[in-house]
């Protein structure tokens, strides 16, 4: 038996006594045939297929209006905007949320116009 088909055999039999449930047909169906190779590229793609399934979705794209922010100052201008206009819409101009809203605004143009200043 060559060096690499023996490897290959005891990848297989150590998947097996891992998890004995879900390799032991692998392991059985090397004993039947005799050989290591298919039975090892069958091993191969469970696991991957396995890494597949534990991967995190993928990001949808697109447009999107959600923005994850801790604070608001972290937000962009344009959606600082987009926020207080909602809460306006929505609460209306004299609810203390819109009016934190609208000094966080205030304060962001003022910022910026001095730094455009300079």
């Keep these: 038996m060559k060096r690499r088909t023996y490897e ?9 006594k891992a998890e004995p449930k879900r390799f ?6 090397m004993d039947r045939t005799g050989k290591a190779n298919g039975v090892y590229k069958k091993l191969k793609n469970i696991k991957a ?3 597949i399934c534990r991967e995190p ?3 949808p ?8 922010a801790t604070h608001l100052r972290d ?3 344009w959606r600082l905007l987009v926020v207080l206009a909602d809460a306006e819409r929505v609460f209306g101009p004299n609810d203390p949320m819109t009016r934190r809203f609208a000094e966080v ?3 962001r143009l003022e910022k910026e116009s ?3 200043a300079i």
């Design 8 to 16: 290959k055999a005891q990848a297989v039999i150590e998947a097996a």
């Design 24 to 29: 032991k047909s692998l392991v059985e169906e």
């Design 57 to 59: 979705p993928p990001l």
């Design 49 to 51: 297929a396995d890494a």
């Design 75 to 77: 937000l962009p201008l």
């Design 61 to 68: 794209e697109g447009p999107f209006r959600v923005i994850a």
């Design 114 to 116: 001095d730094a455009m």
């Design 105 to 107: 605004v205030q304060a």
